[in-house]
């Protein structure tokens, strides 16, 4: 402490200081006493960190070591647990949907909006009626005013407070997403249902055991093969003369992508293209193209956002470049080879020679056992931070939640990154706490600028009170809009239809301000042809335009959220700390 004081003492700003405000230097040389200093530092510290003062209230709050104990309906319940374990095309979610079917009540909860409304589409063409609900989307089987017995949902709409028979959670292992595993590790002990059938990986029932054992749920497990082989080729594709109908090759760029379905377009082959960003109906548009065996088009290109989600018949996937851990890329190749489709037998292979090795390796390594899983603080506890810390900025009470919350060693604190981006853009913006939280939490990019802008508009609207209507609307995004016929406009328009997906999803949280649902889904469904016609445009144009953001360039790595407290950090604090007594 006495070294980094006498560093201290030699800051140009603080002999500035000193003599500003009459300090002579045998002065100067006693406020080296560390005795002394401390009880005015504390005083200082406890002004500039709050919680300091209510510390042991905030721990209380904090404290995540027994989130069973959040859902006390769940409790009440003797639940019965059945985990489908076993690989993708093993049949394991069409032998849980069986009881889904067959039940009195029940929820089935899936991670994408896709496969919630593909359960919801075949319930009910098969006579079994169900309702869907995802952030964005509601659809019923009688009408709203009259709820079936079933509901299909994304897992984030999952309900807590209604008991069914069964419930369904496809793709258990997302428990260990480090952004949305939140959502799964509630529905695992939230879900009131007396039956609980969970679908997913092997990888997945170490941690499903430690999370259900100590509350008397005890696992009965159900395990799957693959029910058509699955194999690594032996030399990679090398050329593009050398795919075969039902090849899918995967990219991780949407440059890449565009370049590669245009080069495949010079050679005469058709193809599809699927990446994350396209609308549900672009997608599944794709994907019928793809699938048809009436249609020329035979070759998919596609990002890892087809490992899950879409029925794809794929005889084999080459990979181009940026190998994934070894559990997506199992499960993205599992995808290959689908029992009763025209490729039973799917294979796996990379573009490169150089890189086989590497996926034969990946392909054939055990998945590790999950360890942890997410967690996220509740809006009722980040409430009670608040009155506690009542200037407290949204940013801080993240900040300081994620840093004094206690959790057990089967639990990690789910990303809040996107959350705080938000929070930091509308932090000037006069919010109650509830609705700067959800605002927070909505499906919003802001690392998109446009998305970002539109969205910054619409909520500084909101806060004054304004209605967002749809003619204001439709004046902000300049609606109609054209055909795209460039890769840039394209990705433009790609984030016009997320702000029209975005005011759906405000619409069922704030109906009174986002009030035009029907007509606002009119233009969701607009774009979604736009873009289906953009994407052949962009294909025939893609070598006039070479330059896409950097965002389209590379994935973007989450920061592991350790913070060192540098000397220069520590100077900082003192400077202010020094400050604000001597003047």
């Not at 539109?454 to 749809?470: G, L, P």
């Amino acid at each position: 402490m006495s070294s980094i004081l006498n560093k201290f003492s030699t800051q140009p700003i603080i002999r500035e200081l000193t003599a500003e405000n009459g300090i002579n230097a045998k002065l100067f040389i006693k406020a080296f006493s560390v005795d002394s200093l401390f009880v005015y530092f504390l005083t200082h510290a406890r002004k500039v960190f709050p919680h300091l003062e209510c510390m042991e209230d905030l721990k209380i709050i904090s404290d995540l070591t027994k989130p069973h104990n959040w859902y006390p309906l769940a409790r009440e319940i003797q639940r019965k647990v059945i985990f489908h374990c076993g690989p993708t095309n093993s049949g394991k979610t069409y032998e849980a949907l069986k009881r889904f079917r067959e039940a009195k009540t029940g929820f089935y909860c899936g991670p994408l909006r896709l496969l919630a409304t593909e359960i919801y589409m075949k319930m009910n063409d098969d006579g079994v009626p169900c309702d869907l609900v995802t952030g964005e989307d509601r659809r019923y089987a009688y009408g709203q005013s009259e709820p079936s017995s079933r509901l299909s949902c994304t897992v984030e709409m999952l309900p807590t407070s209604v008991q069914v028979d069964v419930a369904v959670i496809d793709e258990i292992q997302m428990l260990r997403d480090e952004t949305r595993g939140w959502a799964w590790t509630r529905a695992l002990l939230g879900v009131a249902a007396n039956e609980i059938h969970l679908c997913g990986e092997a990888s997945a029932l170490h941690i499903l055991r430690e999370l259900l054992d100590p509350i008397g749920e005890h696992i009965e497990v159900h395990r799957y093969e693959r029910k058509s082989p699955l194999s690594v080729e032996t030399h990679a594709l090398g050329s593009l003369s050398n795919l075969q109908d039902g090849d899918c090759i995967v990219c991780f760029q949407r440059r890449q992508i565009y370049n590669l379905a245009s080069r495949l377009d010079r050679l005469g082959i058709k193809r599809a293209v699927i990446y994350g960003s396209l609308p549900p109906g672009t997608k599944l548009a794709q994907a019928a193209e793809f699938n048809d065996p009436n249609n020329p088009c035979n070759i998919l290109v596609a990002t890892d956002a087809i490992g899950m989600g879409l029925n794809l018949n794929i005889r084999r996937f080459s990979y181009t470049q940026d190998l994934l851990p070894n559990f997506m890329i199992q499960q993205i190749a599992g995808r290959a080879g689908r029992y009763g489709s025209s490729y039973p037998d799917g294979k796996v292979l990379t573009f490169n020679e150089a890189d086989m090795p590497i996926l034969k390796r990946l392909m054939s390594q055990p998945v590790e056992p999950i360890v942890r899983v997410g967690l996220a603080p509740t809006y009722e506890q980040l409430e009670s931070f608040s009155l506690h810390l009542p200037n407290a900025s949204f940013v801080s009470l993240l900040d300081i939640f994620k840093s004094l919350c206690s959790l057990s060693e089967h639990f990690f604190i789910s990303s809040v990154d996107q959350i705080k981006n938000v929070a930091e853009i509308i932090d000037g913006m006069p919010l109650t706490l509830k609705d700067r939280y959800i605002f927070c939490i909505s499906p919003v990019d802001v690392e998109k600028e446009l998305m970002k802008a539109y969205f910054i508009r619409m909520v500084r609207r909101f806060s004054t009170s304004q209605t967002i209507t749809y003619e204001w609307f439709c004046n902000e995004i300049k609606w109609p809009v054209p055909v795209p016929t460039t890769l840039s406009r394209l990705l433009e328009v790609e984030q016009i239809y997320g702000i029209v997906d975005l005011y759906l999803w405000l619409h069922y949280r704030f109906p009174g301000m986002f009030p035009d649902q029907e007509a606002i889904s009119e233009i969701e469904s607009q774009l979604d042809n736009i873009i289906q016609k953009g994407i052949a445009k962009v294909i025939e144009n893609i070598d006039i335009e070479k330059k896409v953001s950097a965002e389209d360039d590379q994935k973007s790595i989450p920061a592991n959220g350790n913070v060192e407290l540098s000397e220069e950090v520590f100077f900082n604090f003192l400077i202010l700390f020094v400050k604000s007594y001597l003047r």
